[in-house]
């Protein structure tokens, strides 16, 4: 059995630019939220995918958006990069809505300069 | 706004001694969740506690719910050096998120 896998690791970026940030489910589960957790502070939840549709939205703008593929991979993108997006982005996988917890990544680092 | 907020924000304590976490909440719940984390890396979950259950262990570690007061404890027995991390609880409310607080900070020294 995988865990889940977040790819890159780490990634610096210039403001105004465009990221895609991986992660790849644990097998057997098929629902990925995201989150973005800055520093000293408790991840904020941007969004969730089930079954390759957004299932649920935090209070993040538009220009965050993803995709989850038919294997329950999925992807979050951030356009317009600003500075406030400089964060540890986690990928969480479950079964469903997350009623037995997450399996989180291991994230990705940002930085935007 | 966080839906969970734990208490205290930092905690230090010598290896061997018993460390305590509380976790305040604002709604009501389906489940709480209580969560590791390293270094600012992934986050692992430690224990799940639905909103009928009133204690779970695992291992060295004793969660508490007590829905009245919507509040939630975490205790770990017997700390190590290697306990060393941020704890967070996350409510789960019945919707599609999961919300988590900002944590508390656990140093332990040997």
């Known amino acids: 059995e995988t865990g889940v896998t977040q790819s890159p690791t780490h990634l610096i970026k210039t403001r105004g630019q465009q990221v895609t940030l991986r992660c790849s489910s644990q097998?057997?589960?098929?629902?990925v939220s995201w989150y973005q957790q800055a520093l000293g502070q408790g991840p904020q939840f941007i969004f969730q995918y089930y079954r390759e549709e957004e299932n649920g939205r935090g209070n993040f703008p538009p220009r965050f958006s993803g995709l989850q593929f038919p294997n329950y991979s999925s992807e979050l993108n951030v356009n317009a990069l600003e500075l406030d997006d400089s964060a540890l982005y986690l990928c969480?996988?479950?079964?469903?809505?997350?009623?037995?917890?997450?399996?989180f990544g291991s994230g990705t680092r940002l930085t935007v300069v | 706004s966080q839906q969970g907020e734990e208490d205290p924000q930092a905690l230090s304590i010598q290896e061997g001694e018993n460390a305590t976490m509380n976790c305040s909440y604002k709604t009501s719940i389906n489940n709480l969740q209580w969560y590791r984390q390293n270094s600012g890396r992934g986050l692992v979950h430690l224990i799940l506690i639905r909103s009928n259950e009133r204690e779970k262990h695992s291992g060295r570690l004793r969660v508490t719910l007590d829905t009245s007061k919507k509040s939630s404890s975490l205790l770990i027995t017997a700390s190590r050096a290697a306990d060393t991390a941020s704890y967070f609880c996350a409510t789960d409310t019945g919707g599609f998120k999961t919300i988590f607080g900002a944590g508390t900070r656990l140093f332990v020294k040997a």
């Open positions: 969480a996988s479950s079964l469903g809505t997350g009623v037995y917890g997450y399996t």
């Open positions: 097998s057997g589960h098929n629902t």
